[in-house]
């Protein structure tokens, strides 16, 4: 298994570069507009070369190296291709998403797509230090990605007992929780994960 991780992590950085001189080429492309053109008056063909890694590795591969980026590598290689933002955004790829550097920063809009981004395929959530976090989201995340094992939502200072129903109803399979620093969640919590969380540890 190291050997294949190690050949990930060499396709991976092949990858980078070739990721940023994608995105040169598709600047320059845009910058000439439709001034060049081939004799015959049809378009030319686009800038970026065909022998780049990118365009070679079968999407599968592809998936793999995405496995191991964060989200924001994730969302720059969205905007390389259009092959690329098929593969960056599949749900496979978000099975683990930590916010916690950006915290009071993340909006609800954002959340919003993120829930509807990962779906099912979403396993651990971290909102360490999110304050702007409610109780609304942590139902919406419950309800489209009730498959999550691992959630931190340390900090989040605005949770309530409303968010109650989110333990009880939807967060079955969840095995991690910390809720450090929530002083509005009440008593009535541990009612809900006693109920609702057989697998917490």
Known sequence: SSGINAEYGVWYGWLALEMDAAQNCRRDENADGNSRRLQNGSSKKSLIPENLIHTKLPDAMILKIFWYLDIVSLCRCAQVSSRWRVLAL??????????????????????????????????????K??????????????????????????????LSPRCDEAFRS??????????????????SICVALSAGCPHLE
């Open 90 to 127: 599949d749900g496979s790829n978000w099975t683990h998403v930590n916010l916690f550097e950006f915290q009071t920063d993340i909006t609800r809009d954002v959340l919003n797509k993120i829930t509807s981004r990962c779906g099912p395929f979403l396993k651990r959530l971290c909102l």
């Open 129 to 158: 230090g999110c304050k702007n976090i409610e109780d609304d989201v942590v139902l919406t995340f419950s309800r489209q990605c009730h498959y999550i094992e691992a959630l931190n939502l340390n900090g989040c200072i605005k």
């Open 170 to 187: 939807y967060f079955s399979s969840l095995a991690w929780l910390d809720l450090s620093s929530c002083k509005l969640v009440g008593d």
